[in-house]
T-cell receptor, first 114, second 114 residues
Framework: DAKTTQPPSMDCAEGRAANLPCNHS???????VYWYRQIHSQGPQYIIH???NNETNEMASLIITEDRKSSTLILPHATLRDTAVYYC?????FGTGTASKLTFGTGTRLQVTL | GAGVSQSPRYKVAKRGQDVALRCDPI?????LFWYQQALGQGPEFLTY????????KSGLPSDRFFAERPEGSVSTLKIQRTQQEDSAVYLC????????????FGPGTRLTVT
């Protein structure tokens, strides 16, 4: 699986958009970009994933560059409850028969402040 | 519905003791993963089951670590002759069959070896 690079930490004011970048310059054509977050003392939580098109769900938006070498997770209106470590993960898709492990890095620690 | 549950949530073991950590996945989930998370680090893959078959155990750090899922539902991670370096949070995750599905994580078991 391709490696990812994320800044170790970021701050964001409550109510503002949080933009978390991720570099994955060695990504392959069959690899998806996934984002998970881990709130203190909890297990990781899935946020969103995408292949090459931008994606949006109720939690966040994912913007993937055209060359797929980087992406940005956007939390449109950050709240104090969004304070967590955010992991960008590149994951091979094998199809419907076999699941694939997640390879976490050290992530970005997002601190949302008043 | 119920999420992934793990027990115990906390375990203190003296060096040399054997421990068993339990994971109850979401009902019907075919895939089950174990991860180890050291303090300040991201989770690291240990092993993966599809139903009762252990398809990947490449992440198990030594032969003291053993995992099973005999009936394709509940899984147990056993660590024999615990060492201080085994101190970590052990996370279990489950997902439906297929590599694109998100993994649902339990809260983890914090193991402290003294």
């Amino acid at each position: 699986d391709a490696k990812t690079t994320q800044p170790p930490s970021m701050d964001c004011a409550e109510g503002r958009a949080a933009n978390l970048p991720c570099n994955h310059s060695t990504i392959s054509g069959n690899e998806y970009v996934y984002w998970y977050r881990q709130i203190h003392s909890q297990g990781p939580q899935y946020i969103i994933h995408g292949l090459k098109n931008n994606e949006t769900n109720e939690m966040a938006s994912l913007i993937i560059t055209e060359d797929r070498k980087s992406s940005t997770l956007i939390l449109p209106h950050a709240t104090l409850r969004d304070t967590a470590v955010y992991y960008c993960i590149v994951r091979v898709a094998f199809g419907t028969g076999t699941a694939s492990k997640l390879t976490f890095g050290t992530g970005t620690r997002l601190q949302v402040t008043l | 519905g119920a999420g992934v549950s793990q027990s115990p949530r906390y375990k203190v073991a003296k060096r040399g003791q054997d421990v068993a950590l339990r994971c109850d996945p979401i009902s019907g989930h075919v895939s089950l993963f174990w991860y180890q998370q050291a303090l300040g680090q991201g989770p690291e893959f240990l092993t993966y089951f599809q139903n009762e078959a252990q398809l990947d155990k490449s992440g198990l750090p030594s032969d003291r670590f053993f995992a099973e899922r005999p009936e394709g539902s509940v899984s147990t991670l056993k660590i024999q002759r615990t060492q201080q370096e085994d101190s970590a949070v052990y996370l279990c995750a489950s997902s439906p069959s297929g590599s694109l599905y998100e993994q649902y994580f339990g809260p983890g078991t914090r193991l402290t070896v003294t």
